[in-house]
């Protein structure tokens, strides 16, 4: 005989483990993530993330990728403008969730926005949380840097926020 009031305390179990299971990348440790060397700077991802190979003509661009995450780096050669600015504050204000912060990144002056994006790109099914940087000046290096993070999950932002505090700038060699 199966004992019917023991049923549902069996599936909040299982439905607790299937909640733990599902979100490793988010828990996992960033001082077991990797560092990564790239475009003059360096940051962590984690360790599952994999390097995909893309070119450039007029910026640095590396992209990373996993089953939860996409980044990509974009150092641009100029410091972005006060028009780069603008849009970056005026793009995405229609998304759910759409959220705008300042703050200092490697002790540079920076803008993060989060969102959910319930249509994302094709390369991008099932990412829907994106948090976007934006570096206007790598200090005194005159270059401008962009990051974007898709995730899976909603602790995806939480996750681009720890890559993005872990960004620190490498002085670009001079000839």
């Known amino acids: 005989m199966r004992c019917i009031k023991c049923m549902p305390m069996k599936l909040i179990n299982l439905t607790l483990l299937l909640i733990i299971c599902a979100i490793p990348v988010v828990a996992q440790d960033a001082s077991s993530w990797k560092l990564v060397r790239a475009c003059g700077v360096t940051f962590r991802l984690p ?3 994999l390097s995909v190979r893309v070119s450039s003509t007029d910026s640095c661009v590396r992209w990373y990728r996993s ?12 410091p972005l403008t006060i028009r780069s600015e603008k849009l970056f504050h005026a793009s995405d204000t229609d998304q759910p969730e759409f959220k705008i912060t300042e703050t200092k990144i490697a002790g540079v002056r920076a803008l993060i926005k989060t969102y959910y994006k319930s249509t994302p790109s094709p390369d991008n099914i099932g990412l829907n949380y994106i948090s976007k940087l934006m570096l206007p000046t790598l200090g005194d290096d005159k270059r401008g840097l962009t990051m974007r993070v898709h995730g899976r999950e909603s602790g995806g932002i939480v996750l681009a926020q720890r890559v993005f505090q872990s960004i620190a700038l490498r002085p670009r060699k001079r000839a």
């Open 67 to 78: 089953n939860d995450l996409d980044v990509v780096l974009d150092v641009i050669y100029s």
């Open 47 to 49: 360790s599952n993330v």
